[in-house]
Structures are given as structure tokens and as C-alpha cells.
């Protein structure tokens, strides 16, 4: 018999139960109470020729351990000698290999308690049957495993139990006063349904419709299963909120999820397992992962996780409950991927997004923020008549933007040129033959502005270091000193300088002479001074009151330097 800290625990009689195992010093969560190898294992479904191998088997063990296996519990009929060996096996075995059953001499003896304080786990790795604390156990406690899985109903769980193991399990799950019994059944049903849905839709997309609703409903799963106490399955509730996280480029969320998955998995399956290596490895390198960076929608670096003393509660933020703060930034930051997003952030067309959409009467969603979709033209045809793009979104994805409005892109071919980043308002995700494209249906969505969109992106990083002040200063766009500066750009009025040596600098060195002109053009300067962050109604191009909005952040400019 293999067996590790035998010190930890004895077998000893069980009113109605047979023999149990008992912690014999407290055994502390996620210890590994035992490893085991099997000494038999057979196909779950066994053909008579398995029978007489079994048989076979079993004469051949050592003659200590014949006599424990033939000594282990039997709680089924049997005819013969065949069959009882058969009943033996199934009354303690464990699945294992692939299809296959076996039988351990000793965690045989672990019984059954629906909130068990113990799990069995196999290990293909090192081919035994492990056994870890999922909480603390106290010296002369009956050790015990579940031998169903946590996701049952009371009702559920009597009749397997009864029907494979033959008891009737009174444990305290089971022996709870009817209504909380119904209550905890309810959480079993409403986690087991939320969990199916997830599982309705496969393959690394599904994380692309509607991330937050989906990370909500894992938060609910994850309450549920944290009640059930079944780490398995907090382990898959986290995988699946990383992987989420990771689609859209959330390496902090992406981290703390994974974090949890590896803790709650280790708990149960110990440190030496195939997928606590596999997940160590992935937490080593969240870039590697598939599905990571779909989407820059909730983009974050991993060092963005929140220190413990931070102003917003650690779960509100994992889990993005927090309420959508405004921003109010003098000038829109192009890089937010919450509002200028590339193909893979977009709603679904179709789909309501709680992050996106209100309920509209008839069924009809509507915007309930302001949004768009961001690229740059890199070729353009017209197959049938019908206006396409090729584009490169803000993600660096290339994807299409199809013109599906009366005269189908036609009195737009012209002006829509390579190169020129182009801007589409409430965009949606739509599926085409050529995969997942952007659909205009009406042009006055779509503006484009006869600049890439690399120099637009910097411009926006300028605009929001240069022009805009911090705590009252200002910084230099030449020497990048900051201070109460006394020179602003007599053109834009929007970057300031310590002195005319600094305005020379910023002009020919850091980009300010293609800046100031690109600013001159009325469109792009309602983009930046667009409030985006402020709704009250889907708007149109040309955004509206750029000009108002641009004298007031020169004046504003001006007062703080006077
Ligand atoms: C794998 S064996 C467990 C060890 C067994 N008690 C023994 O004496 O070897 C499974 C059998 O143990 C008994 N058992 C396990 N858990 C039980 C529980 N919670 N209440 C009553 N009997 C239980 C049942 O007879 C069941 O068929």
C-alpha cells in the first residue's frame, strides 16, 4: 500500500455508516490527507471478459491486500464470486483513467457528505487518488468527500444516493429545516442555469457580445458557488471571468482572476497537479493567453489592480459594479477604449448590451452613452455597387466597414480616401461573409478626417499632456517643465511655453506644425472637445458645438496663467 500522512487521520466505526475516516490532529485547509494508488481498476462498463480479469486481478493481489479489498464496503446484490468483486468495486470506486474505475484500499473508506470538508481527486500526473482539506478539520472529526459534485438539489442528491451507495445522507446540508433547504436549492438552480448559458456558446468569440452582463452574471455564479463551497467550480467561474478579462486586454482583472482560479484549484487538487502547473505557467505570462486582446475595450496593465486602501471597494471594481464615473477630461482621449473602440469592443448588432443600450420601447434598444467605432481606411472597392472599407481599427484589427444606406456608400466613394482615419458613431458589430464588419445604414453616422489615425492618436496623447492643466499648471510643450506658463500657440491657443525658444522647439521638433494645422479643421477639433462622457441623445455629424466649446477652453486656458 502506498500511502503519505497515515499520521493524520485512522479508520474507526461510524454509527450507520460502516467504517469512516477520523482527522487525528487538525488537519488544516488544503492539506493533502492522503495519495494513493489504486491496487484495482476496471471499465465502467465492465464486459464479462473484464469480469474474469477483475477476478483475475484481485486473486493476484499481495494477501493483505486481497483480504482488505474483499473486506471493503459492499452495498450491492451479487451472485457469484465475479459479481462480487464487481459490487465491491462499485460500492468505493473512483473514476480515474479515461473510462475506467478503481479502487484504493483506504480513501474507500472516506463516506459521503454533501458540504464533505475533504475532496477526492485524481492526479494523471502522478496516478493516485489524492484527498485535500477544503477547510479546516478538527482533530476527531469525521473526514469526508462528496462523491457527487456540489451542483444538486437536496431532492437530487437523496436519489443518487440512494440509488447508487444505498443510504439515506443526513448530513447537515441535508438535514437543514425546509426553508432554508428550499432556499439553498434555489442558489444550486439559479448558479447550475447561469453556469449553462455560458456554456451555450463556445469558442474564444463568445467573450466579444456583451462582456459586462456576462461578468456580472459570473460575479452571481461566483456568489453562488462560494455558498456551495466547491473550489472546482469557483476554479471554473475564474477561468472563465480571466479569460473575459483577457479578450478585452484587462490584464489587471485577468490576473486577479487567475489568481483566484490557481488558489481555489490548488486547495483541491494540491500544488503537483497537470493544470495547477498549466495555470502557474499562464499566470507567468497573461499575454500568451488565446483569447488576449480581442478587444482593448476595458484595457488595463497589470500592475493597475487597486491597492488595498483605494477609494473603491477591491469587488466592486473586479467586478466592474462601480458605476461608470464621468470623465472630465477637457479634451476626449482617443486611447479609451469605452468609447473609441475597435471591432472587437463593439456591441453586438442585435444583442442588447447592458453597457451600451437602454430598453427603447418596441423592443428597440438604444444608445444609453455615446460611442464609436475608430479606424483607418487602408482600401476601399465597391463589389456590386456596394461601398466597402478595408480598415485597421484602434486595435490594430483589420476588418470592414459596409455602406448599407439607400444609395449604398455611393456619395461617399469619393471622400473617403486611403489613409484618412474614419469615425463611426454608435457602431455595431455585425456578422458578414467576410466575417464580423462594421454596417453603415445611414451616412450621417460616418465622418472621416483626412489624417491617419496614428497622428491623431498622438495628437490626442499631446493634447492631453500639453494642453490640458494639472492642478492649475500647465506643461511646457517644448521643454516639458511644469509651471505657471505666460506663452500660449497664438493659432490653436492650445499649447502653452515657457518662453519663444520653447514655442521654436515644440513647432519644428515635437510635431506642433502638423498638430496645429490638423486642429484648424472644424471636424477633428469636435472631436476632441466633444463631450463624449456627457449624454442625453444619440448625436450626428458634425458633433455639435465644437467652436463654443474650444473658445471656452482657450479662455479657461488663459485665466490660469494670467
Ligand atoms: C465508499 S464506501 C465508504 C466507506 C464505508 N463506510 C466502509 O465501511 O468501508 C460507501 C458506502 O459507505 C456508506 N456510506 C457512505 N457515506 C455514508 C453516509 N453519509 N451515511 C451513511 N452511509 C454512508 C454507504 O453504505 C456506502 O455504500
Redesign the pocket.
Known sequence: MDLDNTHMFDVRD?D?????LFATRLVPKGTCILSETPVITVPVSPSTNDLKTLWIDVTNLPGEQRHAFES??N?HPYENIFTQYLSIVR??CFSTYEDSASVCLVA??????CDANAQHTWNDKLDKIMVHALRNIAEDEEI?TN?MGREHTRQERQEQLKEI???????ELCSLPPVLSEAADRKVLRARKLWANFQVEDGQTRHLSNPLQRLWRLEEIARHRAELGSCTQMHDTHVEASALALSHSDLARGKVFLERAYTSYVIEHGDDDKLTSTLRARLQDLTSSDCYGQSTRWQTGEADVPPKNSPVPFEEWLWKKEEDKPKTGLFADLWDRSTFLGIGGLPTEGLFDVEYHQDASMGQSKPKRHWCFVGEIIDKAAPGGQLQLIVKDVDNHITGVFFHDRHKGETLSDTLRINATIVVLYAQRAQSDAGAVVKVRNTSIIRDFHVPLKKLLGLSSRLLKYATPHDSLRTCHGCAREGSLSLKCGRCGLFWYCDSKCQMTGWNNRNHKTDCKILRNDDVRSLFTFRWHEFEEPVRFPLPASDERMEDLTEKASKITV
Do not use: D
Open positions: 461510524v450507520g455508516k460502516g467504517k469512516g471493503l464496503s452495498c460500492t468505493n474507500s473508506r472516506i463516506n459521503h457528505a469526508t462523491y451507495y444505498k443510504f439515506e445522507c443526513s448530513c
